[in-house]
């Protein structure tokens, strides 16, 4: 195991989920795997973002979104969930908010239906199964653009 020590510098890296003024982003993360949302949260909090809330489909995400605007900075979206999809659930969050920054979380083999959630809005996308580095990657580029 690679201790901070064992590589220089690593210890004075500030966390990813920090912004410039040392307050965490905020992140709501939808996803209807309650396995996939702990992951992501697990890979978040590990960053300093703040899980600012959770949905289990697109209808209860849309909703937690207008509840905790404008203190939202990023939301992750599954596309395939019941009650109401994520591209759905991207497509009113857009409505509401038209500078809300969406990342969809598919499976591989979705290529399709990412193109078309990237061309609804989308800032970009993240394929199942996670990839921890990929993740933060996708989530840090969005957020720092």
Known sequence: MIAKTDIPGMENKPPEGLKPDGGAYRILV???????????????????????GTAADGAQGFERYKEMYPNIDLVTMDITMPVMDGITALEKILEFDKNA???MVSALGKEDVVKRSLLTGAKSYIVKPLDRKKVLDRVVSVLKR
């Open 30 to 52: 939808v996803d209807d795997s309650m396995f996939v949302a702990k992951q992501l949260g697990q890979i978040f909090t590990s960053e300093g973002f703040e899980v600012a």
């Open 101 to 103: 920054m969406v990342i």
